[in-house]
């Protein structure tokens, strides 16, 4: 009997998964396995949220999979020894897997790859978490983008929408002993933390399914309209599930012609093709971290690297964190983050902005607070993002542009509601107030809420005078 493994990474999911439809197509038996090696994946291994996601996503795989007769062997690190042992152990002839595009994982299978071919390994990879493979997007000169509106002009203009590969009825398997628990993997936090994790997430593949059927029956219509606002459910929520591959980009792209099209129409509707081309943002920014791999540590931009930067002050860094600024978007933002492993992407870019900008701190010491309390923490989007709010990227706001998060606040959570929820104390200000509680002191002390920590206009002037002194673009 022909037996392939099939080893599963980010793809936790069996629904258009190519590795798992190819081994299924061509080999009468197949074992699915997952091999926890975070140490390849130095110096970004995954964070205490992104652990917790990760714990819960691979219980549900195991549980899909026996359903379809088999389960998941799960195995420790380093990789290639341990996909040599169980290749040795089940006289497997082959080993399919997904790709995934960090640098160092890349390095890592390129090498996997290469010795167990050598090994007479039939080993292959699939193209299955994004739409575009990061060098199938190329400008005329065959060069990388480096700006997203004529990237995603181009990705466009190329996507072909085909259905999803179906989910196997069966996967037959080979019966092999060794395989850990996924408790033995210790990924839960030790601190009582995640306790808001249960109640706002439900990881694994039918977790992803129902927030896309969700998405699909309320927001997707109004998705260019509302999608900036924090207190309404006016996001698909997706990000941790595209992250660890439960539900894939083509999956979305189909199911957008499928069930977002106005009846009789053949384009998309607003709301639909919005929604498409922040996956498209997705795209663009595994594919500058492809072609750009410093990107988590360096500037982009090469002129940042003689920006004045504050002092390093991690009084002022812990306030952040904790959500006791005194401003109440950012502390509202900062405490969703840290009660449930996610922020609304509009209140990212404040609390990401008032970092860099009103407290001058460097970008990194936010993007690693995020790396580790974000369930979707995720190395390509989460360095885009960072470096685009602090002016420092290839495509990014100018750094001049500073969020005022009073004025974004009254803007974007015109009643407070978004405030209310995350920041109690100030639940019975009135909407007046709520995004500016200190210009009525005795309200204000009446809340025990603190005084800002910064000066908002002051420290915006602060900010503007240090990108003042840098050098001019040459
Ligand atoms: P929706 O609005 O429903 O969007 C659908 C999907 O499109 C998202 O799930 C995501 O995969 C993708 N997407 C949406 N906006 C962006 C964007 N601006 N850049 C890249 N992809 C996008 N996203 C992460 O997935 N992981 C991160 O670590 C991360 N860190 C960020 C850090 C900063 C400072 C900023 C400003 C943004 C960051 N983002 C990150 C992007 C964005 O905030 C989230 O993807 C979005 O808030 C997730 O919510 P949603 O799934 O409801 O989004």
């Known amino acids: 009997m022909s037996t392939a493994l099939v080893w599963f990474r980010r793809d936790l999911r069996l629904a258009d998964n190519p590795a798992l439809a190819a081994a299924r197509d061509a080999h009468e038996q197949v074992i699915p396995i997952y091999v926890h090696a975070p140490d ?7 964070g205490a949220a992104s652990r917790w996601w990760l714990h819960h996503s691979l219980v549900a795989l195991h549980a899909d999979l026996r359903r379809r007769g088999s389960g998941l062997h799960i ?6 020894q341990a996909l040599r042992e169980i290749l040795e152990a089940t006289r497997a002839s082959a080993i399919y897997w997904n790709r995934l595009y960090e640098p160092a994982i890349t390095a890592r299978d390129r090498t996997i790859k290469q010795a167990l071919l050598d090994d007479g390994v039939d080993a292959r990879s699939f193209k299955a978490t994004v739409l575009f493979e990061p060098w199938e997007v190329q400008t005329g000169q065959d060069q990388p983008y480096r700006v997203f509106t004529p990237f995603w002009r181009k990705a466009r203009a190329d996507l072909q929408v085909r259905p999803p590969l179906p989910v196997p009825d069966s996967v037959p398997t080979v019966a092999l002993d060794g395989s850990l628990a996924v408790d033995d993997l210790d990924l839960l936090p030790r601190l009582d933390w995640d306790a808001g994790f249960y109640e706002a997430w439900v990881p694994g593949e039918s977790g992803a399914l129902d927030a896309f059927d969700r998405f699909l029956e309320s927001a997707v219509t109004d998705y260019a309209k509302e999608r900036d606002r924090p207190d309404r459910e006016s996001t698909s929520r997706l990000s941790p599930h595209l992250h660890f591959g439960e539900i894939s980009p083509m999956q979305i792209a189909w199911e957008l012609d499928e ?4 009846e009789g129409q053949a384009a998309r509707s ?9 996956i498209g943002w997705r795209e663009f920014s595994v594919h500058l971290l492809f072609h750009f791999p410093d990107m988590p540590e360096k500037n982009l931009n090469a002129r940042f690297d003689e920006f004045r930067w504050g002092e390093d002050d991690p009084e002022a860094i812990l306030r952040w964190k904790q959500g006791r600024t005194g401003i109440p978007m950012i502390d509202a933002g900062m405490r969703e983050l840290w009660a449930t492993g996610i922020m609304h992407n509009r209140v990212r870019m404040l609390v990401a902005s008032f970092l860099t900008k009103n407290l001058r701190q460097h970008w990194r010491h936010g993007a690693a607070w995020f790396w580790d309390t974000l369930v979707d923490a995720d190395l390509a989007n989460n360095s885009q993002g960072w470096q685009w709010t602090a002016g420092c990227g290839v495509d990014a706001a100018p750094y001049f542009r500073i969020f ?3 004025t974004q606040g009254e803007k974007f959570d015109p009643d407070g509601v978004y405030v209310r929820r995350w920041v109690p ?3 019975d200000l009135p909407a007046s107030l709520i995004h500016h509680p200190w210009t009525e002191p005795d309200c204000l002390e009446a809340t025990g809420y603190p005084p800002p920590m910064v000066d908002l206009a002051e420290s915006r002037q602060g900010a503007l005078a240090a990108y003042q002194d840098l050098p001019k673009a040459g």
Do not use: C, D, H, M
Request: charge should be negative; glycine fraction near 6%; avoid cysteine.
């Open 425 to 427: 104390e100030l639940a």
């Open 259 to 262: 069930r977002a099209r106005p």
């Open 404 to 406: 005022n998060p009073v």
């Open 40 to 46: 390849e994946e130095a110096p970004w291994q995954p």
């Open 270 to 278: 607003t709301g639909a093709e919005k929604f498409l081309s922040e």
């Open 75 to 80: 195995a420790k690190g380093p990789s290639l």
